[in-house]
């Protein structure tokens, strides 16, 4: 796999307590198959990502378990090591392509700067670089606009000039943080074409963290469901959003949008609020929101922590039995969390 | 661009032009009598008279500004009293001089005194809040932001007194402060000065180190610098390049009404050093009721604050093309 993360786990030492992010969490992303990471705000999406790039405050935040890129131990690494791998074997796009480009540089700088960075080429070839990579990202007349300023493009068009610069070197994996969200529909359908014709082209890995099933469903080979810092399921796409296991993942498909969705049915966010990361709930962390919790005896969601299982394959976090989930499942339809409340 | 530059220097322009205004017409309100001062200790009636002619100020008051713009530009005549070429501020007859003369006499004083210590507070005030906001919270933050306090809180006559008495009577660490032309002899120029620099970079640079640090702090958590760690950056290049480049518009827009102000006159300053420049020339002014040497003091003042404005602006612009392409 190219991607191997084990057992990570994020805290970060804050003054009201240890935030605990990230919690045991292990996936793989192989090249050119796309992972779906899915789950609300604040269910360590990001950190787990800032994390594999290596971005966090080492003085705040503490790592352990592991991360393999392509091999080598990320997890530990020196900074300079690091900055190596950064931009050039793995590289990242946020949310808010207007925010996460500098003002102060023209587009076309901030391209070739990770290319001369990283290949050492001179500035002519960087520059060449850049506009053709503007031009496959299908920016027109790329020659003029590469020395514009990221102010003078609109929303779509800086998001395909970020892509651009994570893409310029050929990275290995790239993270897209929601990097639609902050996009009008029609260009985020664009965007999210854009990503899977270049990842055709260049076989990249792809984790694109969402919290729109509906991207996941358009991009994802694989989904990982995350619920407070933990994974709760994980399977191919076809699997968790035709037969999900999970209660909290069936809450998040129940929440969202669909074109067999009843329009006088409101839709409903999955009921509750997300648990305390300092305090985190023994047991199953979902089992404070779950509604099916009665039906498995006192004690048994509050007691352990459930473990993703099988563990291969489609797997998920929860006491109940697949016998009696899938019953559960064809008793209420395809979105079981919705009716049971 | 220039079109940015073109209508910047223009405002500044009819800025300065009210500014005159208004100071003329105040300081003539004043019931002093130049021609008294011009016409010399013993006048007679008929000597006063023609005194007040030759200055002009028998005629009406919008007639003596004309005229005293008028003088900026072809310079002006006052009979047998005094001449005084374009750019004609006025002529002092305590001074015996024409204003302008006196005050480019006094200039290099006063901008030796500024640029110096401008040059110390800004490098030294903007490199402790960069590595105060890089170590935020940590021993380093804490001296900083502490000196800071004490730099913000005391006062430059009770320092610079306590300096020169402890620095050049007790230890003799310094010399005597004195302004000695840089092209008599650059080492004592440096010498005479260097005292006076440190006092007010002590006083100036606390200001430079918080807005530093906080601009700094707030860069440091914005998105593009996030960008440029997650392409490779190194940490260097992030903190110089794209955090510090934003937190300079802020330090440049203070760094400008201080420079404003330290060329206006470090009165304070000049009068516990004893240096003569401008500041003290304005004092002096004052003291012996120099209305045309008050006045130019006052215009030179004005006049720094205005150019400063219009340097920073157009620094704005070079720093970040969002205000220039807008
Ligand atoms: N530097 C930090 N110090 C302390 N807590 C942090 C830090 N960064 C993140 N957290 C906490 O970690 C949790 C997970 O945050 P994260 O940003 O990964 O959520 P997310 O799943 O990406 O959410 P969203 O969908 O809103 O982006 C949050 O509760 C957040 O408050
Ligand atoms: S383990 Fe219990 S609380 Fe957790 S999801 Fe399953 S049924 Fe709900
Ligand atoms: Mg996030």
Redesign the interface.
């Given at each position: 796999m190219f991607l191997e993360v084990n057992d990570l786990t994020v805290d970060f030492h804050t003054e009201d307590g240890v935030v605990h992010a990230v919690d045991g969490l292990s996936f793989e992303v192989d090249r050119g198959s796309t992972l779906g990471i899915v789950g609300e705000s604040g269910s360590g999406k990001s950190v787990t990502n800032l994390a594999i790039?290596g971005?966090h405050n080492p003085d705040t935040a503490k790592l352990s378990g592991s991360i393999k890129l392509d091999g080598h131990e990320l997890l530990g690494a020196p900074?300079r090591e690091l900055?190596?791998?950064?931009?050039?074997k793995m590289?990242?796009i946020?949310q808010?392509p207007l925010?996460?480009?500098?003002?102060?540089h023209t587009v076309g700088q901030q391209i070739a700067?990770?290319y001369r960075?990283?290949k050492g080429v001179s500035k002519s070839v960087a520059r060449e670089r850049a506009i053709e990579m503007l031009d496959r990202v299908g920016i027109p007349q790329p020659k003029i606009r590469v020395d514009e300023?990221p102010?003078?493009f609109s929303g779509g068009m800086r998001q395909r000039a970020m892509i651009a610069?994570?893409l310029v070197c050929d990275p290995g994996l790239l993270i897209a943080d929601e990097p639609t969200t902050a996009l009008d529909v029609t260009v985020q359908a664009q965007i999210l074409d854009l990503l899977r014709d270049l990842q055709e082209q260049t076989g990249t890995a792809i984790i694109m963290i969402t919290h729109d099933l509906g991207v996941v469903a358009n991009t994802a080979h694989d989904v990982l469901v995350m619920y407070a810092g933990r994974a709760v399921e994980r399977g191919t796409m076809r699997e968790v959003l035709r037969e999900p296991r999970h209660p909290y993942t069936w809450g998040l498909l129940g929440s969202m949008p669909s074109l067999n969705h009843p329009v006088d049915v409101p839709l409903e966010p999955v009921r509750g609020t997300p648990p305390s990361l300092i305090n985190v709930p023994p047991g199953c962390p979902f089992h404070p929101r779950c509604d099916y919790a009665k039906l498995l005896g006192p004690g048994v969601c509050t007691g352990e922590r459930p473990e993703l299982s099988p563990h291969r394959g489609h797997g998920d976090a929860c006491y109940l039995p697949l016998k009696q989930k899938a019953e559960l499942r064809s008793q209420h339809g395809k979105q079981p969390g919705k009716e049971a409340s | 661009m220039l079109r940015f530059l073109t209508r910047r220097v223009l405002g500044a322009l009819v800025i300065l032009l009210i500014i005159s205004a208004v100071t003329f017409f105040l300081f003539y309100a004043i019931p002093a009598d130049p021609a008294r001062l011009a016409c010399g200790k013993v006048c007679p009636p008929e000597t006063l008279e023609q005194a007040r002619h030759n200055l002009g100020i028998d005629q009406p008051l919008m007639v003596q500004f004309v005229s005293w713009l008028a003088g900026i530009f072809v310079g002006r005549d006052y009979g047998g009293l005094g001449h005084c070429p374009a750019p004609c501020l006025g002529f002092s007859f305590v001074n015996r001089a024409p204003v302008f003369e006196t005050i480019i006499d006094r200039m290099p004083v006063t901008i030796a005194l500024t640029i110096g210590a401008a040059v110390i507070f800004l490098i030294f005030g903007v490199a402790t809040g960069i590595v105060a906001a890089l170590r935020q919270g940590k021993p380093l933050d804490k001296i900083a932001s502490v000196s800071s306090l004490i730099g913000a809180s005391v006062q430059i006559y009770f320092v610079g007194t306590l300096a020169m008495y402890f620095f050049v009577y007790q230890i003799q660490v310094f010399r005597q402060p004195k302004y000695i032309p840089i092209t008599e002899d650059p080492l004592g120029w440096f010498n005479g000065l260097l005292l006076p620099w440190l006092v007010l970079a002590l006083i100036f640079t606390a200001n430079y180190t918080r807005i530093t640090r906080s601009t700094m702090v707030e860069n440091l958590n914005e998105d593009y610098v996030r960008t440029a760690r997650a392409k490779g950056m190194s940490g260097r290049s992030v903190v110089l390049r794209f955090a510090l480049r934003g937190a300079l518009t802020p330090v440049i827009t203070i760094f400008g009404v201080d420079l404003g102000t330290l060329i206006g006159g470090a009165i304070i300053t000049e009068t516990t050093f004893g240096l003569q420049g401008i500041g003290r020339l304005a004092v002096r002014a004052v003291d012996y009721s120099d209305l045309p040497t008050l006045m130019a003091t006052v215009l030179l003042a004005a006049g720094a604050i205005v150019v400063m404005n219009v340097i920073v602006d157009s620094l704005y612009a070079v720093i970040d093309p969002r205000v220039r392409l807008s």
């Open positions: 790039l971005l900074q900055e190596k791998l950064r931009g050039n590289a990242m946020f808010d925010t996460s480009l500098s003002p102060f700067e990770v960075k990283h300023y102010h003078q610069m994570a | -």
